[in-house]
Nanobody, 123 residues
Framework: VQLQASGGGFVQAGGSLRLSCTASGRTNSIYVMGWFRQAPGKEREFVAALNWSNGRTYYLDSVKGRFAISRDNAKNTVYLQMNNLKPEDTAVYYC?????????????????WGKGTQVTVSS
């Protein structure tokens, strides 16, 4: 499975960005798609996940109500809509895929990773 992420950029606080992640290859082996982020000097952290079979979603508390993860089954693509962005959201964002359930917040549970995309939020 290969994951291709895109959509990062530079935005002012309060702005919005939408990240996309398209999976290719043996996509029928994927049960969960997730987004993680890593800020400079910090460990990578879970942001959001989506159970591909039933559509249930999971979020980091600090992004609830601002971020939304969604999918397009036909395109094998998962999105992360990020609204009301804050400077503390600045990070490299990674999409990941997991071949097992239940959806995990631990990065070590994920089997496939895309290259990161930079999100920078200015104050």
């Amino acid at each position: 499975v290969q994951l291709q992420a895109s959509g990062g950029g530079f935005v002012q606080a309060g702005g919005s960005l939408r990240l996309s992640c398209t999976a290719s290859g043996r996509t029928n082996s994927i049960y969960v798609m997730g987004w993680f982020r890593q800020a400079p000097g910090k460990e990578r952290e879970f942001v959001a996940a989506l159970n591909w079979s039933n559509g249930r979603t999971y979020y980091l508390d600090s992004v609830k109500g601002r971020f939304a993860i969604s999918r397009d089954n036909a395109k094998n693509t998962v999105y992360l809509q990020m609204n009301n962005l804050k400077p503390e959201d600045t990070a490299v964002y990674y999409c990941a895929a997991d071949r097992t359930l239940p959806p995990a917040r631990d990065e070590y549970e994920y089997d496939y990773w895309g290259k990161g995309t930079q999100v920078t939020v200015s104050s």
